[in-house]
Structures are given as C-alpha cells and as structure tokens.
C-alpha cells in the first residue's frame, strides 16, 4: 500500500475483515432477511459474518482465494494488513474519513479473531471454500443470496475510480465477475460501495454497465442507501449505495435443493 497526493494506492488486495454487525450495516439487512436462506460470501476474507452467522444457526458459506493457505499464515496477513491499513489513513487523513476510526479498527480486530478461532476450529467443513471470481466453485444457483463486498469497485484502476494500482480488476474483470455472481445465485445478489473511492466519491463508472450485465442476466437492479460508514459516506453520504439484484422470478436451486453447493472444493 502506498500513497499519492492524499489518495490510497493499493498494490494488492488487502486481507481484512468485517463482522457481523458491520456486514448488516453494509448490505442494509437484518438477521430476519438471512434465516431460511442459504447464503454465499464471495471475497469473504478474514472478517467474522460466516463464523457469527453460524453461530447463530444461520446457512452461511464464505468464499476467498486465501482460504487455501494455512490457518496461521492468513491470520498473520490480516494482522498485517489492518496495520498496514490503519498506518497509511493516518497519513492521509483526507482519503478516507470515518465517524469513530478507533472504533472501526476495533472491529476489524473482533472480527479477524473471531475468523481466526472459527477457521481454525472448522478445518474441511466447507464453510470457508476456496475460490476466485470470476470462476467460483459452485452450482448454478446454488445460494439463495450472494454478498459480495470490498473486492468489485474499490480495486478498480485508479484511473477508474477504484484504488488499485494495477489493472486485474478492470470492467472486464467485473463484467465476468456479476456473470458469476448471477449464477450461483437464486434469487438475489448484493454487491455495497457503488462509488469511486477520492476526495469526493460519486457513482463509481463500473456501476451502470454492472447493473445492465445483470439485467441480460434476468435479473431486476436497484440501488439502495447503505448504513454503513466506509469511509466514503462522510465525504458524500449520497453515493454510498448497494446495487441489489433480484431475479424476477425466483429459478429453483438446479440440484433441487439437495445436493451440496459446492462443486470440487478443497475445504
Ligand atoms: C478487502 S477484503 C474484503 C473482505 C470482506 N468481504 C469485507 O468486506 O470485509 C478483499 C478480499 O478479496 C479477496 N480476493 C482477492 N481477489 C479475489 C478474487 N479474484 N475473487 C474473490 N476474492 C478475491 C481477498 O483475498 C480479500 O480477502
């Protein structure tokens, strides 16, 4: 990570995590909108919605490309990282500004220990799969609903409004990705931060294409208010937005129900 003129540059895609609390904040859901519902996390991390969720009896499944590292070595990463995170907004105290930053490192702690103890303790249950957008692992509408936040939109090029210093995460990349995420899902797929990431954030370019790749898809879009600080919303609450995509017509899950999700999984 580094910075330029007051602006986050990221090399790579940080390892870091948000609870359970945050992630309702996020998505602008209640526990009640998750019960029945088997729900997918996609770039899960080492945030603690999948453990919290489970403890709570809730069908969730997380999905992240470093879950196929060991345990100690991806807990070490996000340790790393929410350092490395903490140290460079302290140096660019206008990028990105948050009502109560203690607070929000707090929880970025919470949640990478409540990670870490669940991870760890659940081994090959399959909870936490190994996989990477835009190919992931799963049936087709496998998940009733699909989350899927703090990868698409801010690791955008920095040319693009996102905070990457690279170009993996261009349209095509996303475009490929809300393919993927349509999917896997059955009925409703929630992707928060539809904005550019600067001094003054405003609807991130990649949106409309977005919300027309998932309208080919059969799906209905809307962009609905986020109560989430992320850093962004201080600066220009108005474009803190989720884009929620819900199939028309609810399809039934392909396997009818009973198969597992996951298709050739290593964890
Ligand atoms: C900033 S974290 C976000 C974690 C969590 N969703 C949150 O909002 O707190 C981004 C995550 O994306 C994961 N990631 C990187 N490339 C990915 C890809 N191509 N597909 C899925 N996840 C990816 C990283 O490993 C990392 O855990």
Redesign the pocket.
């Known amino acids: 990570m580094t910075e330029d003129a007051g602006r986050f540059r990221l090399r790579q895609?940080?390892?870091?995590?948000?609870t359970l609390d945050e992630y309702l904040e996020?998505f602008a859901l209640d526990l009640g909108a998750l019960r029945g519902r088997r729900v997918l996390?996609?770039?899960?991390?080492?945030?603690s919605f999948v453990a919290e969720c489970l403890a709570r009896g809730l069908d969730v499944t997380g999905?992240?490309?470093?879950y196929a590292r060991d345990a100690d070595a991806i807990v070490a990463q996000g340790r790393a990282d929410v350092d490395a995170c903490r140290e460079q907004i302290r140096r660019n105290p206008e990028s990105l500004q948050y009502a109560d930053i203690d607070a929000f490192y707090r929880a970025k702690h919470v949640a990478l220990d409540r990670f870490s103890a669940d991870f760890r303790s659940r081994g090959g249950e399959g909870r936490y799969v190994t996989?990477?957008?835009p190919a992931l692992p799963f049936a087709d509408r496998a998940f009733d609903l699909v989350l899927?936040?703090?990868?698409l939109m801010i690791y955008a090029p920095l040319a693009d409004g996102g905070m990457h210093d690279g170009f993996d995460f261009d349209l095509d990349f996303h475009l490929r990705a809300v393919t993927e995420l349509a999917r896997v899902a059955r009925h409703e797929v929630r992707i928060p931060g539809m904005h550019t990431w600067g001094r003054m954030p405003v609807s991130h370019p990649y949106c409309e294409p977005m919300m027309a790749q998932f309208e080919n898809a059969g799906y209905t879009v809307e962009l609905v208010a986020s109560r989430y600080d992320d850093g962004a919303s201080i600066l220009n609450p108005a474009s803190n937005r989720i884009l929620v995509a819900t199939r028309s017509a609810p399809a039934p899950r392909a396997d009818g129900g009973t198969a597992p999700a996951t298709v050739g999984v290593d964890r």
Do not use: Y
């Not at 895609?13 to 948000?18: C, D, E, P």
């Not at 899927?148 to 990868?151: C, D, R």
């Open positions: 895609v940080a390892f870091f995590g948000r996020m996390d996609v770039a899960s991390g080492p945030g999905c992240d490309p470093q996989g990477c957008l899927s936040a703090n990868l």
